[in-house]
């Protein structure tokens, strides 16, 4: 840091600013930079206490718990916290903004750290050769961008991911300490401290399509684009006004202290309404597919002063990044060859064999969406985008 024209050293600063320093880091990372500047440093603050999560139930009842018990099978139901970071390499001690990379850590209840692809969620591994690789985090600049959890279910010696997305409010303070999931069919349980069985939210002709953390409250939105509140009771409080059953997959993002509503459309979505427009049937396209693929989004901000949905058609410098545990955003800001005004995002492709009208088959893909215009193209092919999604190759490749 600099004072007037003077360069001055971190261990410099007055002893009484260290502690109320530390008591800002709710990381580990964070914590673990911090002891590394110097020995006064790291002891001036503990070591990074992790938060123990309680148990979870892991059945939907309490009688298929019971019997899971008497069968001798060992099931638990985890979470992982998820962080993602912006990361950027120290260049004469300060970060190179111009190319940062988003790096994804999820930690197992004993603190084990695993990096994850920052969209995709699949793991990333130490290179193919076998060589052990470090790296020193004082090296980088790093920058919290959002925090999720994944539930995952240990049955014996074995962990499996759980492909529904949850909430956790007030993990340290066991009281008021409770879990939102959402369930792959769009319906949300609870369970709080103690709770034996996950409870069904019963909403009435609610089918819910996202969920996320905002300001320390637990919010949803459904198909219908409502966005509604939880509170304390695990009622159903409706913050927003409906937006419209447009699009088939609605996504909540926070930016900039901003709550967003992102609507996807899909090929199936634009095929129905095509038909709805021209009022005759459609002899192309497959209207049941069970993956249809996407092929557009709308941005919506609500202006609550006014109590109504607005449409967003830049995003600026911010990009929105739409994962399966966490959607959040990120700057572009003076980093090069990468735009902002974009959504990430993964889809499911069909492709066929070449010859003799072969299967179909799915895969995923990841995928840049530009507001500006309207293109969707391959990340693979986008080429400011690829590397910021990739840590160095000289320690890290994916599996």
Same mark, same amino acid.
């Given at each position: 840091?600099?004072?007037?024209?003077?360069?001055? #050293?971190?261990?410099?600063?007055?002893?009484?600013?260290?502690?109320?320093?530390?008591?800002?880091?709710?990381?580990?990372?964070?914590?673990?930079?911090?002891?590394?500047?110097?020995?006064?440093?790291?002891?001036?603050?503990? +070591?990074?206490?992790?938060?123990?999560?309680?148990?979870?139930?892991?059945? @939907?009842?309490?009688?298929?718990?019971?019997?899971?018990?008497?069968?001798?099978?060992?099931?638990?139901?985890?979470? @992982?916290?998820?962080?993602?970071?912006?990361?950027?390499?120290?260049?004469?001690?300060?970060?190179?903004?111009?190319?940062?990379?988003?790096?994804?850590?999820? =930690?197992?209840?004993?603190?084990?750290?695993?990096?994850?692809?920052?969209?995709?969620?699949?793991?990333?591994?130490?290179?193919?050769?076998?060589? +052990?690789?470090?790296?020193?985090?004082?090296?980088?600049?790093?920058?919290?961008?959002?925090?999720? @959890?994944?539930?995952?279910?240990?049955?014996?010696?074995?962990?499996? #991911?759980?492909?529904?997305?949850?909430?956790?409010?007030?993990?340290?303070?066991?009281?008021?300490?409770?879990?939102?999931?959402?369930?792959?069919?769009?319906?949300?349980?609870?369970?709080?401290?103690?709770?034996?069985?996950?409870?069904?939210?019963?909403?009435?002709?609610?089918?819910? #399509?996202?969920?996320?953390?905002?300001?320390?409250?637990?919010?949803? /939105?459904?198909?219908?684009?409502? /966005?509604?509140?939880?509170?304390?009771?695990?009622?159903?409080?409706?913050?927003?006004?409906?937006?419209?059953?447009?699009?088939?997959?609605?996504?909540?993002? =926070?930016?900039?202290?901003?709550?967003?509503? /992102?609507?996807?459309?899909?090929? &199936?979505?634009?095929?129905?309404?095509?038909?709805?427009?021209?009022?005759?049937?459609?002899?192309?396209?497959?209207?049941?597919?069970?993956?249809?693929?996407?092929?557009?989004?709308?941005?919506?901000?609500?202006?609550?002063?006014?109590? &109504?949905?607005?449409?967003?058609?830049?995003?600026?410098?911010?990009?929105?990044?739409?994962?399966?545990?966490?959607?959040?955003?990120?700057?572009?800001?003076?980093?090069?060859?990468?735009?902002?005004?974009?959504?990430?995002?993964?889809?499911?492709?069909?492709?066929?064999?070449?010859?003799?009208?072969?299967?179909?088959?799915?895969?995923?893909?990841?995928?840049?969406?530009?507001?500006?215009?309207?293109?969707?193209?391959?990340?693979?092919?986008?080429?400011?985008?690829?590397?910021?999604?990739?840590?160095?190759?000289?320690?890290?490749?994916?599996?």
């Amino acid at each position: 840091m600099e004072r007037g024209k003077k360069k001055v #050293d971190w261990s410099d600063l007055p002893k009484e600013l260290w502690p109320n320093i530390g008591k800002c880091l709710d990381n580990s990372v964070g914590v673990f930079r911090f002891r590394s500047v110097c020995k006064l440093w790291r002891s001036s603050i503990p +070591s990074f206490q992790r938060t123990i999560l309680p148990p979870l139930p892991h059945m @939907y009842s309490s009688c298929s718990s019971a019997s899971a018990r008497a069968a001798g099978t060992e099931i638990q139901a985890v979470l @992982y916290l998820i962080t993602v970071y912006r990361m950027e390499a120290l260049v004469d001690g300060e970060p190179n903004s111009s190319k940062p990379w988003l790096v994804k850590f999820e =930690e197992s209840p004993s603190g084990k750290l695993r990096l994850r692809h920052p969209i995709t969620n699949s793991p990333l591994r130490n290179s193919p050769d076998g060589s +052990s690789k470090q790296f020193n985090l004082l090296d980088f600049g790093i920058v919290e961008l959002s925090k999720s @959890y994944a539930l995952k279910y240990r049955l014996n010696d074995f962990t499996v #991911d759980c492909m529904n997305k949850v909430i956790v409010l007030n993990p340290t303070h066991l009281d008021n300490f409770a879990v939102m999931m959402m369930h792959g069919e769009g319906q949300l349980y609870f369970a709080r401290f103690g709770d034996e069985k996950w409870t069904l939210l019963k909403q009435k002709d609610s089918w819910f #399509d996202d969920i996320i953390a905002y300001k320390g409250h637990c919010y949803v /939105v459904d198909r219908e684009g409502i /966005v509604s509140c939880m509170n304390s009771e695990f009622k159903v409080i409706q913050f927003s006004p409906p937006l419209g059953r447009l699009g088939e997959q609605k996504h909540l993002v =926070e930016s900039c202290g901003d709550l967003y509503v /992102v609507d996807r459309f899909t090929e &199936r979505q634009r095929l129905k309404m095509c038909k709805m427009l021209e009022h005759r049937d459609l002899i192309f396209g497959d209207l049941t597919a069970p993956y249809p693929e996407t092929v557009s989004f709308k941005v919506y901000k609500l202006e609550r002063e006014w109590g &109504r949905w607005v449409e967003v058609n830049s995003l600026g410098d911010q990009v929105f990044v739409l994962s399966h545990d966490d959607s959040f955003s990120v700057s572009t800001r003076g980093v090069s060859r990468v735009k902002g005004n974009c959504i990430l995002f993964t889809d499911q492709k069909r492709t066929y064999e070449p010859e003799f009208g072969g299967p179909r088959t799915l895969t995923r893909q990841c995928s840049v969406f530009n507001l500006e215009n309207g293109s969707i193209t391959n990340l693979a092919a986008s080429p400011g985008y690829s590397p910021m999604l990739q840590p160095p190759s000289a320690w890290l490749s994916p599996d």
